[in-house]
């Protein structure tokens, strides 16, 4: 990277931002910074960051409709920030088209990580599929419909690799219940948790090392689930 | 007070014992005296007149005793007139020559006057007696009825029933204007298309302090003086009972209110400790770094560095919990309940719990194939933190906890078992109540809000949680019901492979 990627940091916390500014401005990015929503919308007409952060709790409006605002004419990557227990907003923010979630208070490894996913995805554009997924032991080729793991295919059923599908060509981002459940049901208004709970349970007991304690198709309590492509076991 | 006033006194069923009306009741009096004297007729020469005299009177009674005072006595004249007209010579006429005879007359005349009124009272008074038995076996039914009743809307549902029923209204609605979330009334007999109307009688129900509310009465009569003494008396008591609901009500307000302030002041003492610890150890570990007096070797910053992390988790984790108590407390917990698999819970709290857990054996008994549970997953997960953290903190260093779960008909059962000193039997069920510490409080730290939360979330699931001192270890439990709105989770099918 030539140039150092801008984020822009929508939050009214004077001391979130000062800490923000200092420790994202050490790790190599541009930061600009708005205290409301509507300043923020501003400066991303203005000029368009790579990446943008948000506090959901705002002073003149709600953090979520900041996301429905962007995302009208955006396709920019949006992580938003939110207190604990507050999985409703979370989720109300991801269905509206944010790309990530954060939990206040976090650890600002967490932070670098979602925003290395949120560029690499907006680099590579949405919606333009790598032809080959891989996480840990497992390889997905989404073009002949085959997963290996360890070299050895891995048989699944049509519902499960659609699910698997949708999963990992959204690696390393959080997929709300209702998404996945759109894309792989077709289910647009029901609330029918229990698939996912049965068809995830048995892509894990297919694909995971531990499906005790899955490495690759990480729960977000509450909200959704996570395919894990990094190497990490944490 | 009664709303409106009432016009006749037309009695109403019960009190119509009356077979015929007024005129009615006359005139069959008088003709029952005729027909005595037709009946008669055939016998006058074997009758003496004394015995004639004797049996005159028979009528007489038997009118007074059917019909009353009234037609008694006039059945008396009537049969003096008779009497003199067909038995006192000169026949046919009402002249009497003899002074036998007028002696005879005017006796007979004092006797059935004297006689019906005397039979007439006594008929009078049973009626009498009879109708205030009623009333009050009434009345004693609706005190009955509302001593049992605690609610508002029940004694107006009972008010409203038995009015129509003694009453024989078409249709009563009873409002209750108290200071509820909605005012509201019952409506007895609603087929009656006519609440629409203008009610016939209002009565409102008025109670020392203050207007309770009001019954809406639809009936075509009017209401007798009895009636509506009874109906005055029916308001009185519904009014003191709904005053005793409200007053029942103010109380708990009341007591709550205290105890939402012992609350708060626990609180606070609590939280100030339990805040300022951290807040203490951050504070010294951030100053130290920043002194720039002492130059720390990386092992001792590393050190410094880890203290202020785990302290601001757990503040962090404080002020969830004092989060989560108030939400409990004020009622605002709302569950997001999902069919969630319950092994992922368990092994994300324990996951999360890890670090607390290093100095202790944690063993889990799940049961292979445990169905989908229909949960709040993020709070189900903290009542197993709390309880994880529960047992570390009481349970000595390298003593196993186990955790352990089954089915239990339509309940999931969980057992968190650990070796902490058993807990006397009389702390067993007050240990979940905020603030409650049973010993050692200087030597273990908490707000004594863990346990109390997680009852709260239990109880908000539709569970139990209870502790027990058991052979094997101090055991908390708890059940969650594996039902939601009574039904199992719908779980589509897809049997066939690729």
């Known amino acids: 990277m030539s140039k150092k990627p801008l984020i822009l940091l929508i939050d009214d916390e004077p001391q979130i931002l000062r800490a923000l500014k200092t420790i994202l401005a050490a790790n190599d990015f541009q930061i600009e910074s708005a205290t409301t929503g509507e300043m923020g919308i ?23 409709q900041v996301v429905q605002q962007l995302r009208e004419w955006s396709r920019i990557p949006i992580i938003v920030l939110s207190v604990r227990d507050s999985e409703r907003d979370k989720v109300a923010a991801l269905d509206k088209g944010a790309d990530d979630y954060l939990t206040k208070p976090f650890g600002i490894e967490e932070l670098l990580a979602r925003i290395r996913v949120a560029l690499r995805h907006s680099e590579q554009g949405i919606g333009s599929r790598e ?21 050895e295919e891995v048989r699944l059923t049509v519902i499960e690799f659609k699910l698997l599908e949708y999963l ?59 395919f894990n492509t990094s190497d990490s076991s944490s | 007070m009664a709303g409106r006033q009432v016009r006749t006194t037309k009695e109403r069923p019960f009190f119509k014992t009356q077979p015929f009306p007024f005129l009615l009741r006359h005139l069959a009096a008088v003709g029952s005296v005729v027909l005595t004297r037709w009946i008669l007729d055939p016998f006058q020469p074997y009758l003496k007149i004394q015995l004639i005299v004797l049996l005159f009177l028979l009528p007489i009674i038997a009118s007074t005793v059917w019909w009353g005072m009234t037609p008694g006595i006039l059945a008396g004249v009537a049969a003096f007139f008779i009497f003199n007209y067909f038995y006192i010579p000169p026949y046919r006429t009402l002249t009497v020559y003899s002074t036998t005879d007028l002696i005879t007359l005017v006796i007979f005349l ?32 609706l005190i009955a009825a509302f001593v049992s009743l605690e609610e508002a809307d029940k004694i107006a549902q009972e008010l409203a029933r038995q009015t129509l029923d003694t009453f024989g209204c078409q249709a009563v609605k009873v409002t209750v204007s108290q200071d509820l979330p909605e005012s509201f009334s019952a409506v007895a007999n609603p087929e009656e298309d006519i609440t629409e109307q203008t009610p016939d009688q209002v009565m409102i129900l008025r109670s020392a302090r203050e207007q309770e509310g009001e019954i809406q009465i639809w009936r075509k009569e009017n209401f007798s003086d009895k009636e509506s003494r009874l109906l005055e008396a029916y308001s009185v008591q519904a009014a003191l009972a709904l005053e005793k609901v409200r007053l029942a009500r103010s109380e708990r307000k009341a007591k709550l209110l205290e105890e939402s302030d012992q609350l708060k002041t ?6 100030s400790h339990e805040l300022r610890s951290p807040l203490a150890a951050i504070k010294a570990s951030v ?11 990386s092992s001792d910053r590393e050190e410094l560095l880890a203290t202020i992390e785990e302290e601001t988790d757990h503040l962090n984790a404080l002020v969830g919990n004092l989060l989560q108590m108030s939400r409990i407390e004020s009622g605002a917990l709302k569950l997001q309940k999902h069919w969630d698999s319950y092994e992922e819970i368990v092994k994300s709290a324990t996951v999360k719990m890890s670090k607390q857990l290093q100095n202790h054996q944690l063993m889990i008994n799940l049961p292979k194939n445990l169905p989908l549970i229909p949960t709040d997953y993020v709070l189900i997960e903290q009542v197993f933190t709390n309880l994880i953290s529960n047992s570390v903190k009481y349970a000595p260093v390298d003593t196993p906890i186990v955790i352990t779960v089954f089915t239990e008909g339509e309940f999931l059962h969980t057992q968190v078992t650990n ?10 069920e007050r240990i979940f109540d905020k603030f409650y510490r049973i010993t050692f409080a200087d030597r273990v730290t908490g707000t004594g809000l863990g346990l109390s939360i997680c009852k709260g979330i239990i109880e908000a699931h539709g569970g139990k949680i209870w502790a027990e001192n058991r052979p094997e270890g101090f055991t908390f439990h708890f059940t969650l019901p594996l039902t939601l709105d009574g039904a199992l989770p719908a779980i589509p099918e897809e049997t066939v492979n690729e």
């Open chain 1, 42 to 64: 501003a400066m991303a007409v203005a000029q368009p960051p790579d990446v943008i952060i948000l506090d959901l709790t705002l002073p003149d409006m709600d953090g979520i």
């Open chain 2, 419 to 428: 070796q902490s000193p058993a807990v006397a039997e009389e702390h067993l």
């Open chain 1, 131 to 151: 032809p080959i997924i891989k996480a840990g032991p497992i390889k997905i080729d989404m073009a002949r419909h085959v997963v290996t793991r360890n070299d």
């Open chain 2, 266 to 271: 626990s609180l606070l003492n609590s939280v």
């Open chain 1, 168 to 226: 990992a060509a959204h690696a390393d981002r959080v997929l709300t219940h209702q998404a996945i459940l759109t894309q792989v049901w077709g289910l647009s208004e029901s609330d029918h948790v229990e698939y996912l709970r049965v068809y995830i349970g048995q892509l894990r007991r297919k694909l995971e090392q531990n499906p005790d304690e899955p490495q690759i198709i990480l729960t977000e309590p509450g909200i959704g689930y996570r």
């Open chain 2, 110 to 141: 004092i006797v059935s006057l004297i006689m019906s009124q005397l039979i007439g009272r006594a008929r009078e008074a049973v009626k009498l007696a009879q109708s205030r038995e009623w009333e009050a076996t009434r009345m004693y039914e």
């Open chain 2, 287 to 297: 100053s130290s770094l920043r002194s720039g007096t002492v130059d720390w070797k």
